[in-house]
Every structure is written in C-alpha cells, then in structure tokens.
C-alpha cells in the first residue's frame, strides 16, 4: 500500500478571486481552517491567483493567468493531464465542475446552488452555459457531493434522484466574530457615515438575482425611510444587468440616501453589520446566503424572503417577504423601521442562535474525504 505521507488531496480554489463572492469566500474559509497536519495528507490547491495561506501541509499550483480563455484551457486541459501525472488520492471541487478529464481517483463535488435551472435569467450566458452542460456530469462522476442546505438537497434530488445515497449537508457559517471589528482599521469616513444617520444594509453581489431592483423600488417608496431619512446602504461588488435600472431610478427623490460602497475589508463590514437597523435581503433565489447568517451572527433580524434556501437560514431571525411584490418589501421595511418591539424579538432570536465554527465544518468534511479514500 501506499504509504500515507505520499497521499495528495486536490482542491479547487479557482472560485478565490478578489473581491470575494459567496463561493470564493467558502473556498478560502475551508482553506484557511484545514488543520496543520490531517492524516499526512498533502494538500494541493489549485487557483488562478496567489493564495497566501501558511500551511506546511500546502502545495500551491497557480495559473496567474489573465486572459479568460487560456485560464479556460489551463483549467480544463493542463490541470487534466498534470493530475494524472501526479495521481491524487481526491479531487475536491469546492464549485460546481471539474475539469474535463479526470483520472481514476476519488472525486467530491461541493454544489452551491442551482441557478443555472431555477433563475437562467439571472445568469450571465457563458456561466449559464457552463453550469447547464458541466454540473450535470460532474454529478455523475462524483463519489460524494456536498450540499450547503437542504433546499439545495432538494434541488439537486428534483434534478437527479438516483444521487440520494452520494449526498451529505452540511450548512455554512459565519466568519464573523460579533466584536470583531476595530476602530483603527475602519476608514473615518465610514465611521461618520453611520453616526450622520440610521441605515439599512444590504450585502452581496449587485446582480439580477439579488433582486436589489425590488428592494430599492420598495426603499425609495417607504413612509417610514422618508418621514426618518433613513439611508440603505449597498456593499457589494458590481456585478451586470444593473445599470439600465439605476438610470431609472436616479431622479427620485430619496434616491439620494442609497448609498453604494462597493466592497469593504472583513472589518469594515462588520462595523456596518453591528450597527445597521437590520439587513435587507430579499433576493429570488440562494443555495444558503452567507450574508444572512452573517447578520445573525451580529444580532440583527433580517428582512428576507420566503423561498429556496432564506427560511432554513434566517429561522426565526428573519421577517419573510414575497420579493417578487415590491407591495411586500415595502410593508416590511415599514414595520421593521416602526415596530421596535418586532425588531427587538427578531434581535434576541439572533443573540440566541448558535453556530459551527468553519473549523467544525471542514474538519468535518475533510473526515468524510478520508474516510471514503480509506475504503
């Protein structure tokens, strides 16, 4: 047999690009937490950009490559051929593809979610396309597959049944501590923005599907925003198929307290978590939503929506919307803005939650990837 300090276990971290999204930062939080010495394993992270992690139990295999289309063939070629060369023990895709061609060793997938069938809308094309043709066979081939909630379980036994038996849950977390934050790192002018005037917050990706058109819809129309001048303030990374509707919306009157912030450091947006009125989220479709656990974990209620994955997150946490209904988000901002004794409910909710640290829940994972090479 082979002797276990030769054993190698793959990671994909192409998902870990600067600013973070969802599943760049899970990939980065599993990383980060993977123990200094797991079994004599090796393991090798794959990534198109420098990953500056201490880890002696580390190997780093990094394109550095700018252009899309030689990341594309560095990816799904290169990265092919060298592992047959090498012969991994595991290959563990933290997204949802493999490259194209796999050798004989065992493979786990992570699935996130499934946008790509649920909301093609949302999607941009290409990555429409890819998930469309590439998810499916890696569910195929997979040995096991992670999910990160049970709504994403469902989806995926809507989508393939005969997996069942290939399918573990284990939902995320927050990488938040609620004191986490210190002054002298967060930037001046942030710190006066939040003592000038109440806000609401909205973290994630400005995209379709964060539904971020609804909320600022129901914002710019809310009683409560306007007799309180309360401000909304949005951070995330621009994403597409934003820009059309901001011109429209630009002229209004209350447009002026939309505040966009673009992407901040972990300490700055703790800050803003910890003294937010509450986070608004109301988006049409999540695999898990980090940022709603993320809130919770600061103690605050969440405005979010009633389909896929939000209530199993949010629990009693969270006041529930129809975020199709523009009617619906704004009658929720209302009573969250007004009802201090609803607010205060959904706040000890949060106070009282409890949650797996990410060390929990990759060591957790890394038990079961072992365990299946073993036998």
Sequence with gaps: MEKEEHKIIVIDCRSIRYPLTGIGRYTLEIISNIPQSKLNYKFLLLSHEKINIENQNFIYKSSLLKNK????????????????RI?????????????????????????????????????TFSNYILDKFLMPIAIDKSNIIFTVSENTKNDL???KPEVKSKIITIPLTSKFKISQFNFKDIPVELIQLCKKSQFILFVGTLEPRKNLRNLILAFLTSSEVSSKNINLLIVGQKGWGVDAFYQEVEQHANFKNIIFLDFLSDNSLSYLYKNAIFIAYPSLYEGYGLPIIEAINHGKAVLT????????VAKNCGYYVDPTSIQSIKVALNKLISNKKLLN??????RMRKFSSWSEITEKKLDVIIDLIHN
Excluded at 345 to 350: A, H, Q, R
Aim: glycine residues 2%; charged residues 15%.
């Design 69 to 84: 289309i030689l990341r594309f063939l560095w990816s799904n070629l290169y990265i092919s051929f060298y592992l047959r």
């Design 87 to 123: 012969n991994p023990s595991a290959y563990w895709a933290t997204c949802h593809r493999y490259p194209f061609f796999l050798g004989n060793y065992t493979k786990i997938l992570t699935i996130h979610d499934f946008v790509w069938q649920k909301y093609p809308n949302t999607m």
């Design 157 to 159: 036994l809507m989508f």
């Design 305 to 312: 929506s009633n389909i896929s994955s939000m209530p199993e």
């Design 345 to 350: 409910n959904l706040e000890k909710n949060s």
